[in-house]
């Protein structure tokens, strides 16, 4: 699909995923471990803004002002985002939000950085710059943060005035169903 100036993306992007929606990791046949042919791959983004431009000759889209990017019940917001697309504006490559970011997952993860750049190819998220990811009480803290999505794997990193802080509570109540299932509140966006 060409994007000629549209508000809503459709494109390959876990962002919000951000992956922050858990990709489960893909073998070779692309088919998810759940047998699913990545459902949430094909989901749209829709992203609003005050403004956008688009650059085509440099593959690139810039949102700006109180940007808010949907993608599979995530979100993301931020003062500015920049989206590379391939060749064609088929695809989402590449995005670097900047300035106030915050992203809410499906699963009512939140993360909060100055920046946050994601790669498609990589499935990789880097929140820098004052990073804290949390859920409920539990919570993890550095300048660096990175979620590697496929690998369910995430590295976090201090900087050169603090060191990495997280801190981790027992649940009480294992059978509790998971936020936003039968009979439990959604997380707020």
């Not at 504006?89 to 997952?105: A, E, F, P, Q, Y």
């Not at 004052?130 to 919570?139: H, M, Y």
Request: aromatic residues 6%.
């Amino acid at each position: 699909m060409k994007i000629a100036g549209a508000l809503v993306l459709v494109a390959v992007w876990a962002l919000p995923s951000l992956g922050w929606a858990q990709a489960p990791a893909r073998p070779a046949d692309g088919k998810a471990a759940d047998g699913k042919k990545g459902e949430d791959r094909k989901q749209p983004v829709t992203v609003d803004s005050d403004k956008m431009e688009r650059f085509g000759k440099e593959s690139l889209i810039i949102f700006t002002g109180n940007v808010v990017a949907r993608h599979n019940n995530s979100v993301q917001y931020a003062d500015r985002m920049e989206v590379y697309l391939d060749e064609k504006g088929d695809r989402i490559l590449r995005s670097v939000s900047t300035g106030n970011v915050r992203i809410v997952t499906r699963d009512c993860k939140t993360g909060t950085s100055g920046r946050a750049e994601y790669f498609d190819l990589e499935q990789r998220i880097v929140l820098i710059g004052n990073a804290r990811v949390w859920q409920e009480d539990n919570v993890v803290s550095g300048d660096t943060i990175t979620i590697h999505l496929a690998q369910d794997r995430n590295v976090v990193t201090g900087g050169k005035q603090e060191r990495v802080k997280a801190v981790f509570y027992s649940k009480n109540d294992s059978n509790k169903p998971a936020p936003g299932g039968p009979g439990q509140p959604a997380c707020a966006n």
